[in-house]
């Protein structure tokens, strides 16, 4: 329906007869190509993601100093959805009273959080950080990472938290999301 679309289907059938190879960022984009260019798929492969790499998957990774906290890392913007992790951590401090929130990040939506939290006789447990220049600190020092995001094309913040063997709880937000997680036996996506 989009006229853009449209153009798009159009021209990639003219565009690329010439192509030797295509390398593209995701399965879904080669189905999409595949569908398109079906005389090409063979020369249609999937870019080699390092974010497969073992090394990654929190299994691999001594959880020493672990706390009872939950870091949400990102954007206090509405495609990051910050108001939907306080929401949900309203739900698990009623559950588990030794568990804390921690969300790192600046934007629109800020005072807005602060303001849900406040709201709510869990506030005491949820700490605003404000913009970090190395989460690493707070990820280290962590038991799990909560991505609530509407939307993410590929999330460095899965990367991150699983090299410091951190589980993560992750929204279906991206196609890239069961590639990342795919070789880690704890990881969640709600």
């Known amino acids: 329906s989009n006229p853009k679309n449209l153009l798009y289907y159009l021209l990639v059938p003219l565009s690329y007869h010439r192509i030797h190879y295509v390398v593209s960022v995701s399965q879904r984009l080669r189905n999409l190509l595949c569908a398109l260019l079906p005389y090409k798929r063979e020369c249609i492969l999937v870019f080699a993601n390092p974010l497969q790499l ?41 559950a588990y009273p030794s568990y804390k929130l921690v969300m790192l990040g600046e934007g629109t939506l800020l005072r807005s959080a602060r303001l849900l939290a406040d ?29 609530t995001s509407r939307t993410e094309g590929q999330p460095s913040v899965i990367p991150e938290a699983l090299s410091t063997g951190l589980k993560v709880v992750s929204t279906p937000c991206s196609d890239q999301i069961n590639t990342m997680l795919c070789d880690d036996p704890f990881f969640f996506i709600s």
Do not use: Q, T
């Open 119 to 147: 709201r709510n006789s869990f506030s005491h447990r949820i700490s605003f950080c404000g913009y970090v220049k190395d989460p690493f600190i707070y990820y280290r020092h962590a038991s799990l990472l909560a991505l």
């Open 54 to 94: 073992p090394v990654y998957s929190s299994e691999s990774v001594a959880l020493n100093n672990c706390s009872n906290a939950i870091v949400w890392s990102g954007r206090f913007e509405p495609e990051k959805d910050p108001l939907l992790m306080i929401h949900s951590f309203h739900l698990i401090a009623a």
